[in-house]
C-alpha cells in the first residue's frame, strides 16, 4: 500500500459523527468542521460539528444510564478496560498514524502516547476491583460508621489537543472503573483520535450511553449550557489555565465538583556536582516531547552559573541535529507545531528574549515552505525580566539562564503562579531532598527528564490545577464519599 493510501485508509476508518447514546449520528444543524494536518495546512477530513442541542442530547444519554451503570459489576467494567487496553495496542500502528495526521507529532512519539494511554486503562481496570469503605466505631463507643465509596455521576470532559488520546483515557479510564458516565468534547483540531477511542470502547463492550462524544468548532456555547444543568456531577478538565479559570467560576452557580490540569511553566535546575551528560540527556527530552507543546515541557533552564555554557553548548549541538519535518517521515523528531498562532507566539517570545538580552545559540527562525514548523532553539544568558521564563512557550525553544546559591535557585524556580512539574539535576543526595521539598509544584522529575506514569498522581498544585489523575488519587476524583451512622 503507498503511503497516502494508507494514511487516506487509517482517516476514512473513523468514524466521523458525533456519538450519544450509543449512535453515531451527525450534528443536528448538519454542520461539519475541518481537521487539518498541520504539517501541510491540507485538509484532512470533516467531522460533524455538534450544536448546545447534541451536547444536551449526550447529557440526557449519560444521565438515563448513570443509574445502571453504577451500579454494574467492578468485573465488568475491569474487563471492558481491560480488553481496551489490548485493543489500544494491538492497534497502536494505526491510531498512531491517525494521530500524526491531526497532531504532528512524529510517528514514534505518536505511538508512544498510544502505549501511555492504554496503561490508564489497565492501570484502572485493576482500580475497579479495588473501590472499598470502611467500618469503624464513633469515638464515644455509641455508634458505628459505614464510609462508602459511590460514583460520582455523570461527567463532563474537556480535553485538549496536545495529547489527543492519552488525555482522553486518564479521565475515561477512571470514570470507567468508578461507574460514572461520560459526556466527552474533545478538541476541534484533533477530534479523530477520541473518535477513533469510542470505537474501540463500543466494540469493547461499553454500554451505549455511558461514553458519548460531542466534537464542535464552538466548546464555550455547546459545553455551557452542561455546565448549568443539574443532572451533571462532575467537571473534568485538561488544557490552558486561562480557560480553567473561566471553567472554575462557570461550575460555582451548582458548586460542581471540578478536576483542573492546566497549564504549566516547569523549570529545570541542573546543579554544578550534576552528571552533566544526563543533564543534557533529561533536557532533550523534557524539552523535545511533544515538540515542545506539552504542560510537562522544560520552559526555563536554570544553571549553575560556572557550566551554565557549556550546558547550552552541548544541548544546542543535540537540538540543532534533530531532524526536522512531517511526523510520518522517516528518523523525523521534531514535527510541526499545531497553528499558526502557536507558532508566531513562539516567535515573539523568541524576539522579546533575544530583544531583552538573550544570545542565540541555535536556531530561532520560521522555516520556509508549508507546515506549522519552527526551528529546534536554545538562547543562551536569558534574562530574569524574559517573557519566555514567565509564560508558556509550547514549543521547540530551551532558554538558558545562570543561577548562583541553591537559594537563588530555588527563588527562581518557584518565581512563578504555575507550579505543575520542576525537574532537578543533582548528585548530592541531601540537596536534592532538599530542593524537592522547597519545590512549589505537584510533580519533580529527579535526575530523570519525564514523570507521566500510569500509576502516579499526576497534577499540579498553584495555578496548574486541582486535583490529580492517574494512581489511587485519579480514581478519587469520580468518586464521592457517604457515610452511614448506625445505631446499636
Ligand atoms: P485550551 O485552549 O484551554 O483548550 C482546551 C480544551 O478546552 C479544548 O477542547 C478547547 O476546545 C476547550 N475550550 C476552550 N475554550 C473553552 C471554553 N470557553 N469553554 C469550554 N471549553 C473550552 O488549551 P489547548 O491549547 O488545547 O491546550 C494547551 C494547554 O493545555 C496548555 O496550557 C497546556 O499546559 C495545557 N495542558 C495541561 C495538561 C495537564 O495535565 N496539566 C496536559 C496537557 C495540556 P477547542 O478545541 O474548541 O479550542
Same mark, same amino acid.
Given at each position: 500500500?503507498?503511503?497516502?493510501?494508507?494514511?487516506?485508509?487509517v482517516v476514512d476508518s473513523v468514524e466521523k459523527r458525533l456519538y450519544i447514546g450509543g449512535e453515531w449520528r451527525d450534528a443536528s444543524g448538519g454542520g461539519t468542521l475541518e481537521v487539518l494536518d498541520p504539517a501541510t495546512e491540507e485538509a484532512l477530513c470533516e467531522v460533524a460539528d455538534g450544536t448546545p442541542d447534541d451536547a444536551m442530547a449526550a447529557l440526557d444519554a449519560a444521565a438515563e444510564q448513570q443509574?445502571?451503570?453504577?451500579?454494574?459489576?467492578?468485573?465488568?467494567?475491569?474487563?471492558?478496560?481491560?480488553?481496551?487496553?489490548?485493543?489500544?495496542?494491538?492497534?497502536?500502528?494505526?491510531?498512531?498514524?491517525?494521530?500524526?495526521?491531526?497532531?504532528?507529532?512524529?510517528?514514534?512519539?505518536?505511538?508512544?502516547?498510544?502505549?501511555?494511554?492504554?496503561?490508564?486503562?489497565?492501570?484502572?481496570?485493576?482500580?475497579?476491583?479495588?473501590?472499598?469503605g470502611t467500618y469503624k466505631q464513633f469515638a464515644n463507643g455509641t455508634s458505628r460508621v459505614l464510609v462508602m465509596k459511590q460514583p460520582v455521576g455523570p461527567s463532563l470532559m474537556i480535553t485538549p489537543w496536545n495529547f489527543p488520546m492519552a488525555m482522553g483515557t486518564r479521565k475515561v479510564g477512571p470514570a470507567i472503573?468508578?461507574?460514572c458516565t461520560i459526556v466527552m468534547k474533545p478538541a476541534q483540531q484533533t477530534p479523530l483520535s477520541m473518535l477513533a477511542l469510542g470505537q474501540i470502547l463500543e466494540e469493547a463492550g461499553l454500554p451505549g450511553g455511558v461514553f458519548n462524544i460531542v466534537t464542535t468548532s464552538s466548546s464555550s456555547k455547546t459545553t455551557g449550557p452542561l455546565i448549568q444543568d443539574p443532572r451533571l456531577r462532575k467537571l473534568s478538565f485538561t488544557g490552558s489555565t486561562e480557560v480553567?479559570?473561566?471553567?472554575?467560576?462557570?461550575?460555582?452557580?451548582?458548586?460542581?465538583?471540578?478536576?483542573?490540569?492546566?497549564?504549566?511553566?516547569?523549570? $529545570?535546575?541542573?546543579? &554544578? #556536582? !550534576?552528571?552533566?551528560? =544526563?543533564?543534557?540527556?533529561?533536557?532533550? *527530552?523534557?524539552?523535545?516531547?511533544?515538540?515542545?507543546?506539552?504542560?510537562?515541557?522544560?520552559?526555563?533552564?536554570?544553571?549553575?552559573?560556572?557550566?551554565?555554557?557549556?550546558?547550552?553548548?552541548?544541548?544546542?549541538d543535540k537540538m540543532g541535529a534533530l531532524k526536522m519535518g512531517r511526523g510520518t517521515e522517516e528518523?523525523?523528531?521534531?514535527?510541526?507545531?499545531?497553528?499558526?498562532?502557536?507558532?508566531?507566539?513562539?516567535?515573539?517570545?523568541?524576539?522579546?528574549?533575544?530583544?531583552?538580552?538573550?544570545?542565540?545559540?541555535?536556531?530561532?527562525?520560521?522555516?520556509?515552505?508549508?507546515?506549522?514548523?519552527?526551528?529546534?532553539?536554545?538562547?543562551?544568558?536569558?534574562?530574569?525580566?524574559?517573557?519566555?521564563?514567565?509564560?508558556?512557550?509550547?514549543?521547540?525553544?530551551?532558554?538558558?539562564?545562570? $543561577?548562583?546559591?541553591? &537559594? #537563588? !535557585?530555588?527563588?527562581? =524556580?518557584?518565581?512563578?503562579?504555575?507550579? *505543575?512539574?520542576?525537574?532537578?539535576?543533582?548528585?548530592?543526595?541531601?540537596?536534592?531532598?532538599?530542593?524537592c521539598e522547597g519545590l512549589e509544584t505537584g510533580m519533580v522529575g529527579l535526575n530523570q527528564g519525564m514523570v507521566s506514569n500510569a500509576g502516579a498522581p499526576f497534577g499540579g498544585v498553584k495555578q496548574s490545577g486541582i486535583g490529580r489523575e492517574g494512581g489511587t488519587e485519579g480514581l478519587e476524583e469520580f468518586l464521592e464519599t457517604k457515610y452511614v451512622a448506625v445505631n446499636l
Open positions: 500500500m503507498s503511503i497516502a493510501t494508507e494514511e487516506q485508509t443509574r445502571e451503570w453504577g451500579q454494574s459489576a467492578p468485573n465488568d467494567r475491569a474487563g471492558i478496560l481491560w480488553k481496551a487496553f489490548e485493543m489500544l495496542n494491538e492497534r497502536a500502528d494505526e491510531l498512531a498514524l491517525l494521530m500524526t495526521l491531526e497532531m504532528g507529532k512524529p510517528l514514534a512519539e505518536s505511538r508512544a502516547e498510544i502505549v501511555y494511554a492504554a496503561d490508564f486503562f489497565r492501570w484502572f481496570s485493576g482500580e475497579a476491583l479495588r473501590i472499598d472503573a468508578a461507574g480553567g479559570r473561566k471553567l472554575i467560576e462557570a461550575s460555582a452557580s451548582q458548586v460542581l465538583k471540578t478536576s483542573m490540569e492546566l497549564g504549566g511553566n516547569a523549570p $529545570f535546575l541542573i546543579f &554544578e #556536582d !550534576a552528571d552533566l551528560d =544526563a543533564a543534557v540527556e533529561g533536557a532533550l *527530552l523534557a524539552k523535545m516531547r511533544n515538540i515542545g507543546e506539552a504542560c510537562t515541557a522544560a520552559n526555563r533552564f536554570h544553571v549553575a552559573e560556572p557550566i551554565q555554557e557549556e550546558f547550552s553548548r552541548r544541548l544546542a528518523d523525523v523528531r521534531v514535527g510541526p507545531l499545531i497553528d499558526q498562532p502557536s507558532r508566531e507566539k513562539v516567535a515573539e517570545l523568541v524576539q522579546d528574549a533575544l530583544d531583552k538580552g538573550a544570545t542565540r545559540v541555535v536556531g530561532g527562525e520560521i522555516p520556509d515552505g508549508r507546515g506549522y514548523f519552527f526551528q529546534p532553539t536554545v538562547l543562551g544568558d536569558v534574562p530574569q525580566g524574559a517573557r519566555m521564563f514567565r509564560e508558556e512557550i509550547f514549543g521547540p525553544v530551551a532558554p538558558v539562564g545562570a $543561577f548562583g546559591s541553591e &537559594e #537563588d !535557585a530555588l527563588a527562581r =524556580a518557584n518565581d512563578t503562579e504555575y507550579g *505543575l512539574v520542576a525537574y532537578v539535576y543533582t548528585s548530592d543526595i541531601k540537596r536534592a531532598i532538599r530542593v
